[in-house]
C-alpha cells in the first residue's frame, strides 16, 4: 500500500517569513496529494491539492508542487501569519473518476507549524 | 465546503461495553467514508475504508469484528466500537468523500474515553 512520509515534524518560523513542508510517497500510482490544516481541538480542512496532471499550483500565500519522477511534494506558504499556526497534514490517494470504491487517503505524519510573532 | 456530521463529540463508557459513532454527510452523497484513529500530537491513521452497501475494507492491524463499520446509505455510515477496553480510548474522526471532485469532509470527532 501507500506509504506517506512528511518532514519536519515541527517548524517554528518567524512571522512574515516562508515556511515549507515536505512530503514523499511510494506508490506511483497515486494521483491525487491534498494538503489538510488542523488547528487545535478542530477537525482538518483541506487548503490546498494538486493532481499529479499538474507540476504546481497556487492559492494566494499557499502553493504546492509535485515532483512526479521523485514522488514527493511540498506545501509552501509565504508572508506567514500569526493564525498560520496549525499543524499540516499532507496526504496522497488514488482517485479513478466515476469508479469509486478504490479510494483512499494516505496521511503523512503531520507537521506542527508555529508562526512567532 | 460540504458538511460532514459526527456524533457524539464525545464519549465516556466503561470496559466491556459498545460505542456507536455515526457520521453523515448534510449536502452531499458520500460513497466513500473513511474512519481515522488520532492519538494526541500524531497523524491520523485510518482504519478502515467504507463504501455504501459493501464491506468495509480493514487496514492491516485493525480488527474487524473490534471495529464494527456500517454504510448502510449514501450520508450515514457508523463505528461501532465493540467491547470496549481502555487501550481505545482515542480521538475517532470520519471523513467523507465528495465524488465529483474528489475532496474528503472531515467530521468533527469523537473523543472516546473508556474507564
Known amino acids: 500500500g501507500e506509504n506517506v512520509e512528511q518532514h519536519p515534524s515541527t517548524l517554528s518560523v518567524q512571522e512574515g517569513d516562508s515556511a515549507v513542508i515536505k512530503c514523499t510517497y511510494s506508490?506511483?500510482?497515486?494521483?491525487?496529494f491534498p494538503w489538510y490544516k488542523q488547528e487545535l481541538g478542530k477537525r482538518p480542512q483541506l487548503i490546498i491539492d494538486?493532481?499529479?496532471?499538474?507540476g504546481e499550483k497556487k492559492d494566494q500565500r499557499i502553493a504546492v508542487t509535485l515532483n512526479k519522477t521523485a514522488k514527493h511534494f511540498s506545501l509552501h506558504i509565504t508572508e506567514t501569519q500569526p493564525e498560520d499556526s496549525a499543524v499540516y497534514f499532507c496526504?496522497?490517494?488514488?482517485?479513478?473518476?466515476?469508479?469509486?470504491?478504490?479510494?483512499?487517503?494516505?496521511f503523512g505524519t503531520g507537521t506542527r507549524l508555529t508562526i512567532i510573532p | 465546503g460540504a458538511v460532514v456530521s459526527q456524533h457524539p463529540s464525545r464519549v465516556i463508557c466503561k470496559s466491556g461495553t459498545s460505542v456507536k459513532i455515526e457520521c453523515r454527510s448534510l449536502d452531499f452523497q458520500a460513497t466513500t467514508m473513511f474512519w481515522y484513529r488520532q492519538f494526541p500530537k500524531q497523524s491520523l491513521m485510518l482504519m478502515a475504508t467504507s463504501n455504501e452497501g459493501s464491506k468495509a475494507t480493514y487496514e492491516q492491524g485493525v480488527e474487524k469484528d473490534k471495529f464494527l463499520i456500517n454504510h448502510a446509505s449514501l450520508t450515514l455510515s457508523t463505528l461501532t466500537v465493540t467491547s470496549a477496553h481502555p487501550e481505545d480510548s482515542s480521538f475517532y474522526i470520519c471523513s467523507g468523500l465528495r465524488p465529483q471532485n474528489t475532496e474528503a469532509f472531515f467530521g468533527q470527532g469523537t473523543r472516546l474515553t473508556v474507564v
Open positions: 494538486i493532481r499529479s496532471n499538474v
Open positions: 496526504a496522497a490517494s488514488y482517485f479513478i473518476y466515476f469508479n469509486f470504491g478504490n479510494e483512499k487517503l494516505t
Open positions: 506508490d506511483s500510482a497515486s494521483n491525487y
